[in-house]
Nanobody, 130 residues
Framework: QVQLVESGGGSVQAGGSLRLSCAAFGDIYVLNSAWDCMGWFRQAPGKERERVVGIDIDGRTVYADSVKGRFTISKDNAKHTLDLQMNSLKPEDTAMYYC????????????????????WGQGTQVTVSS
């Protein structure tokens, strides 16, 4: 099994920045497999969970249109961490943010990890005030 633990959420004013981090723990063989397909999702109250950004085994990424140019994903394969740098935050970015991972599947090509992902963190709250 793999455990994902997010950190770095908080409250900021519009225009501010936050950096979220996701640390993965578990059996090393399962962990290495789950590291091939990862992403960040968010869910605001009353809304469906949406993919913010996904990254595949080759480092290809796909960002939601709403965060392009403001958010940047990065991962450290040795440390098994996945970070999300969020700049120029807007009130509409307010949500619970989740880290997700899955073993490689062609469905993940290009970073298209979806709600079907096997492993999820508990989430970290991001609140942006105007």
């Amino acid at each position: 099994q793999v455990q994902l633990v997010e950190s770095g959420g908080g409250s900021v004013q519009a225009g501010g920045s936050l950096r979220l981090s996701c640390a993965a723990f578990g059996d090393i063989y399962v962990l290495n497999s789950a590291w091939d397909c990862m992403g960040w999702f968010r869910q605001a109250p009353g809304k469906e969970r949406e993919r913010v950004v996904g990254i595949d085994i080759d480092g290809r990424t796909v960002y939601a249109d709403s965060v392009k140019g403001r958010f940047t994903i990065s991962k450290d394969n040795a440390k098994h961490t996945l970070d999300l740098q969020m700049n120029s935050l807007k009130p509409e970015d307010t949500a619970m943010y989740y880290c997700a991972a899955n073993s490689w599947t062609t469905s993940c090509k290009g970073g298209l990890i979806g709600p079907w992902a096997k492993y999820w963190g508990q989430g970290t709250q991001v609140t942006v005030s105007s």
